[in-house]
C-alpha cells in the first residue's frame, strides 16, 4: 500500500482532518473560557459542534459518493473548519453558536470525506481494507500528536492565538491533502 502514490494523500488527509479535530475536542472549551465565556457555556458550545459533525457526517457521503469528484465537498468541508477556527480565532464570544456550527458541519463532512474517499480509491474490498488499515493508523497516530502540540504551543507563546494559528495551518494542509486525496483514480 505505502508503494501507491495515492496512499500518502489520503493517509494525510485521515490524519489531518483528525488532527483538526481532537484538537478543538480537546482544547475549545478551555479557549472559550479564557474569551470569557461561562464552563456551561463553553460546554455547551462543544457539544453543539459535536451534535453538527453526527449530521454532516450522515448526510455529506449520500451527495458525494454520487458526485463525479469529492473535490468540491473537500474543499466545501475544508473551508467550513477554517471558517469555524477564524471565529474561535478571532471573535470567540461575538456568535459563537454560528463558529460551532461551521466548525461541525466541516469537520464531520471530513471525517466522512475521508472515509468515502478510503472506499472510493481502493481497487477492490481487499484493498479497501488495507488502504483503510493504513490511513487511520497512520492518521490517528498524526492525529494524537495534535492536541499535545496545541497545549505545549499555548504553554510556549501564553495564548490561544498560536495554537489556533498552527490550526488554521493544519486546515490548510488538510485542504490540499484532501484535494490530492479527492483525485479521481486512475487506472
Known sequence: MLRAPATWPVMAFMGLQSLTFYVLLAWLPTVFQAAGLPADEAGYLLGLT??????AALAVPLHAGRARSQKPHVVVAALLTVGGYL????????TPWLWMIALGLGQGASIALALLI?????????????????AQSSGYVLAAIGP????LLHEL???WSVPLLAGLGACALQLVSG?????PATG
Do not use: E, K, Y
Open 157 to 159: 507563546s501564553g495564548g
Open 179 to 183: 484535494v490530492l486525496a479527492a483525485r
Open 118 to 134: 478510503i472506499t472510493l480509491r481502493a481497487p477492490d474490498p481487499a484493498s479497501v481494507t488495507a488502504l483503510s488499515a493504513v
Open 87 to 94: 471565529g474561535v480565532l478571532l471573535a470567540p464570544t461575538t
Open 148 to 151: 499535545l502540540a496545541f497545549g
Open 50 to 55: 459535536n451534535l453538527v459533525q453526527i449530521v
